[in-house]
């Protein structure tokens, strides 16, 4: 059964940093793009980054680019998404996903997904 577990994620001020995590098991991780997406209250999830799985194709939302990076670690079997310079309007639910398609710099998911982790942008 495939699982993603997400954490990291925080009450930070604007302008700050987090690092977020996702762990994922019952799948062959280190053979598979992965990504992360994030849900806004009352929107759609949406992609903000993507990565190949030997690291070599890394995708960003333009207007993300420069403030977040994704990262793996493959043999843990994790991926990292680094943020800074927080907006309120990165306020969201994020969540990771692999094993889905990556194609022409987008990443298409699978229909796993893990809780999310909280990210909160607020003074």
């Known amino acids: 059964q495939v699982q993603f577990v997400e954490s990291g994620g925080a009450l930070v001020q604007p302008g700050g940093s987090l690092r977020l995590s996702c762990t994922a098991s019952?799948?062959?991780?280190?053979?598979?793009?992965a990504g992360w997406f994030r849900q806004a209250p009352g929107q759609q999830r949406e992609l903000v980054a993507a990565?190949?799985?030997?690291?070599?194709?890394?995708n960003y939302v333009q207007a993300l680019k420069g403030r977040f990076t994704i990262s793996r670690d493959n043999a843990k079997n994790t991926m990292y998404l680094q943020m800074s310079r927080l907006e309120p309007e990165d306020t969201a639910v994020y969540y990771c996903?692999?094993?889905?398609?990556?194609?022409?710099?987008?990443?298409?998911?699978?229909?796993?997904w893990g809780q999310g982790t909280q990210v909160t942008v607020s003074s």
């Open positions: 996903n692999a094993g889905g398609q990556f194609n022409r710099g987008t990443y298409y998911p699978t229909s796993t």
């Open positions: 019952g799948t062959a991780f280190p053979s598979s793009h």
């Open positions: 990565i190949s799985a030997g690291s070599v194709t890394k």
